[in-house]
C-alpha cells in the first residue's frame, strides 16, 4: 500500500517560515523525482518545486529563491523549506510521485 503523509503545514505570518515534510511508504523512494504542488482557494493545482531522484532541484518562479526542496532517501522523505512566506502563499500544499498523491497540508500566510 503507497502512502505519501504530508505535515508541517500550519499558520504563518507574513515573512515567516514553514518546513514541510513528506513521508512515503510502499514504494522504492529512492528511484521516485518528488514533486510538492499546492492549490489555492478557486484556482488550479500549481507545480511550484520538484527534485530528481539524483537529487536535482527545480523551481517555479513563484517560489525561486524563497523555497527549498531536499530529500532524504534513508529515510524515504522530501522536504519544503518555505521562507519569506507570502499571503499568496497560503494553499494546500500536496507531494507527489506524479503517480500517487498525498492528501496535503493546509498553509495560511496571514497577519
Known amino acids: 500500500q503507497v502512502q505519501l503523509v504530508e505535515s508541517g503545514g500550519g499558520l504563518v505570518q507574513p515573512g515567516g517560515s514553514l518546513r514541510l515534510s513528506c513521508a512515503a511508504s510502499?514504494?522504492?523512494?529512492?528511484?521516485?523525482?518528488m514533486d510538492w504542488y499546492r492549490q489555492a482557494p478557486g484556482k488550479q493545482r500549481e507545480l511550484i518545486a520538484g527534485i530528481t531522484a539524483e537529487g536535482s532541484p527545480n523551481y517555479a518562479d513563484s517560489v525561486k529563491g524563497r523555497f527549498t526542496i531536499s530529500r532524504d532517501n534513508a529515510k524515504s522523505a522530501v522536504y519544503l523549506q518555505m521562507n519569506s512566506l507570502k499571503p499568496e502563499d497560503t494553499a494546500i500544499y500536496y507531494c507527489?510521485?506524479?503517480?500517487?498523491w498525498g492528501q496535503g497540508t493546509q498553509v495560511t500566510v496571514s497577519s
Open positions: 507527489s510521485t506524479s503517480i500517487y
Open positions: 510502499g514504494i522504492p523512494f529512492m528511484i521516485y523525482p
